[in-house]
């Protein structure tokens, strides 16, 4: 079992930035792939970005694409979320998300059943 733990979320102004921390406990964080979703009011989970375990691949939702970016740093088992230009649209809980490659967890990389371990969520609020 690992354990996530995101920070970094709170209220902005819209047009404003905001850096979401996502650390995880374990020695083989280096090994997973790591995906930011996100959850607003009344809505489903939503993707919003991901990254492989060495980082040389990234992915992104087209509502986000060119305003965030995700990046890791394995030294410190962190995953960040760099989120810039925030929109109202963009208010949500966000949760980090791990891929271990564990049996009976499969997906897309922008799918949650590909991942099998969860933060408890941060809040980000992006007002007009």
């Known amino acids: 079992q690992v354990q996530l733990v995101e920070s970094g979320g709170g209220l902005v102004q819209a047009g404003g930035s905001l850096r979401l921390s996502c650390a995880a406990s374990g020695r083989t964080f280096s090994s997973y792939d790591m995906g930011w979703f996100r959850q607003a009011p009344g809505k489903e989970r939503e993707f919003v970005a991901a990254?492989?375990?060495?980082?040389?691949?990234?992915y992104y939702a087209n509502s986000v694409k060119g305003r965030f970016t995700i990046s890791r740093d394995n030294a410190k088992n962190t995953v960040y979320l760099q989120m810039n230009s925030l929109k109202p649209e963009d208010t949500a809980v966000y949760y980090c998300?791990?891929?271990?490659?564990?049996?009976?967890?499969?997906?897309?990389?922008?799918?949650?059943?590909?991942?099998?371990?969860w933060g408890q969520g941060t809040q980000v609020t992006v007002s007009s």
């Open positions: 990254i492989s375990w060495s980082g040389d691949s990234t």
């Open positions: 998300a791990a891929d271990r490659n564990i049996v009976g967890y499969s997906g897309a990389y922008y799918s949650p059943t590909r991942y099998d371990s």
